[in-house]
């Protein structure tokens, strides 16, 4: 069975189907793993774009993944995911992705602008103030109209200044809950492990085995 990731992020898709791919290993009580190929919009070059205009991320999700749905007539998957800091009153929050506007032209310049931006809301905050967390709400719409959100969370803090190369946006100035290291510094089956994303699209994988393959 066909699933598409309402996403052009390359990341994402990976990501997706490295969760999907640990999910597949559990295998059910009737013997038959579930077989689904994950796909991104890259394959349907037409799929609209759709503009994250809702107020929640439970409803950012909903948009994208119901566009998704009705344009490709398949399965389709789709998060919404931001960081939430205590000192700023729960923002960048939805508004993550373009905390600092719509500066430079590509998704490395806007990660380093929105990190940054937060790094200098944050500097005369006292490190033991500078509480935060992730969240992701992912949905899963059915071509015939059946909808299930999921939400993950991440707890932890943010630095004073960027660690790691790895992962992507926030994740250089987080640290989560019980450890030492960014989230760009975990390897990727860590940061699976433990991240709001991983924990989201772990929870609606637990969906998919009621889906029938056409």
Known sequence: MKI???????????????????????????????????????EFPNAPDVPETALTFAGNALLKARATAAHTGLP????????????LNGMPGVL?????GRFGSGAPDKDRANLHLVLDQLSDVAP?????????????????GEEHTVEGRMDGRIIE???????FGYDPIFVAD??????????????????HRGKALRALARLLPGLKAD
């Open 178 to 195: 019980g450890d030492t290291r960014t989230s760009a510094e975990l390897t990727a089956d860590e940061k699976d492990a433990i991240s």
């Open 4 to 42: 598409v990731l309402a996403s052009r992020n390359p990341g994402k898709i990976v990501e997706l189907r490295r969760i999907l791919d640990e999910f597949r290993a559990d295998v059910p009580p009737d013997g038959r793993p579930p077989d689904f190929e994950v796909v991104g919009l890259e």
């Open 161 to 167: 200044a960027p660690r790691g190369d790895g992962g």
């Open 128 to 144: 033991e103030d500078r509480g935060a967390h992730f969240i992701c709400v992912a949905a899963l719409v059915l071509p015939e």
């Open 96 to 100: 993550s992705a373009r905390w600092s």
């Open 76 to 87: 389709a998957i789709s998060d919404d995911s931001g960081l939430c800091v205590d000192a």
